[in-house]
């Protein structure tokens, strides 16, 4: 195992247009977390998963965002009618615990 | 609320001589406190994480204190060589499943 993987890499998308990002987290993990950073910040949370129960959101998690992991393995992050406020590096964890987190590369999203 | 305050935003330190990031947080039911390492295009690495029944805990240059009562604690890399040039960020859990981070010190090692 490799570690989290995000796909794709780099994203750039048009104003309105709809994008979905997906993270492979580390096997063995059951629980995986999307956060997002801009520019000179910290990553932010975004919603958590424990399995294929989403357990937790954020309220930066506008009704245009939406997050699956269907089967608990792999998961998705939509981001509907996309606005330039969106534009941020979208990253995803996985850990066993509520410690340890693993994050993926991130998903850079510019939005123009 | 949950709050955490990390200084400084930047440093630099000649090569070899030692660096010392703080963070202080807002709740003192905080039980997790891990530092990340950041590279540039990369995703956060977690690189010494403590909780909250320690003090101190050391990994060859690195080391992390904690102060519950004063509600801060610390990131101390000795030795510091080129590699260590990156964004450090200090997280807190604060009794949830999330972590809440700082907003990072840029590392600069000076050769």
């Known amino acids: 195992d490799t570690g989290v993987s995000q796909n794709p890499r780099h994203k750039i998308t048009k104003r309105g247009q709809n994008v979905t990002f997906r993270c492979d987290p580390i096997?063995?993990?059951?629980?995986l977390y999307w956060y997002r950073q801009t520019l000179g910040q910290g990553p932010e949370f975004l919603t958590y998963f424990q399995n294929e129960a989403q357990l937790e959101k954020s309220r930066l998690l506008s009704d245009r965002f939406s997050a699956e992991r269907p089967k608990g393995s792999f998961s998705t992050l939509e981001i509907q009618r996309t606005e330039q406020g969106d534009s941020a590096m979208y990253l995803c964890?996985?850990?066993?615990?509520?410690?340890?987190?693993?994050f993926g590369s991130g998903t850079r999203l510019t939005v123009v | 609320g949950e709050n955490v305050e990390q200084h400084p935003s930047t440093l630099s330190v000649q090569e070899g001589d030692s660096a010392v990031i703080k963070c202080t947080y807002s709740d003192s039911a905080s039980n997790y406190f891990p530092w990340y390492k950041q590279e540039l295009g990369k995703g956060p690495q977690l690189i010494i994480d403590i909780r909250s029944n320690v003090g101190e805990k050391k990994d060859q240059r690195i080391a992390v204190t904690l102060n519950k009562t004063a509600k801060h604690f610390s990131l101390h890399i000795t030795e510091t060589q080129p590699e260590d040039s990156a964004v450090y960020f200090c997280?807190?859990?604060?009794?949830?499943?999330?972590?809440?981070f700082g907003t990072g010190t840029r590392l600069t090692i000076i050769p």
């Open positions: 964890a996985s850990s066993l615990e509520y410690y340890g987190y693993t």
């Open positions: 997280a807190v859990n604060f009794g949830n499943e999330k972590l809440t």
């Open positions: 096997s063995e993990h059951n629980r």
